[in-house]
């Protein structure tokens, strides 16, 4: 009886022992970031953004953690939600991965979620065709923002002479330094 019982016993605690890893194991495509849920989605990253008690669910190419080295001005959150009116610009010979950037912004921004309802108007730097607006930093106005994203010698998220770079040093880069605007924007990261 005695020698049974302690059967049972070592059989239990190797039973708990092999499924202790998976208790404690981490979840490497889900965490909380600034009482954020991050969530891993086969297109990049989601998160959950609440307008009064209206959620909101976003999605983004990159998580908070892999963008926490990239800098940003800390009065770009205020200018943009300062004004009505948003141009987001970019030089028309970047391919399309740049514009996925300028896409993450728009959406969060404008008015199809209804998050922020800020207008937001795309163009490019210079010509590209009839139907598409040229415009550049020096349209900054009293009512309009302008954000230019383009490639350079960084990867941040900067203010100049009142217009709001989104710079990478690669394309790929742009859409890392879009999306840390946009979390910043969320107030996912600070």
Known sequence: MQERTI?????VVLVLAAFSPLIFMKNDNEYNYNDFKIQKIPT???????????????????DPKTLENISIDSDIRSLILSKNVLGITIDPNLTSLS??????????????LGLYNIQVIGGTTEFANDATQVFNCSDVAQDVNIILLKLGGKTEVYLEDGCIIVEGETQEDITRSADRLVYQILDVMK
């Open 44 to 62: 990049g990253w989601a998160t959950w953004a609440y307008k009064g008690s209206q959620p909101y669910y976003l999605q983004l190419r990159h």
């Open 99 to 112: 514009v996925i950037g300028a896409i993450d912004i728009a959406n969060i921004l404008g008015r199809r």
């Open 7 to 11: 059967l049972i016993i070592v059989g």
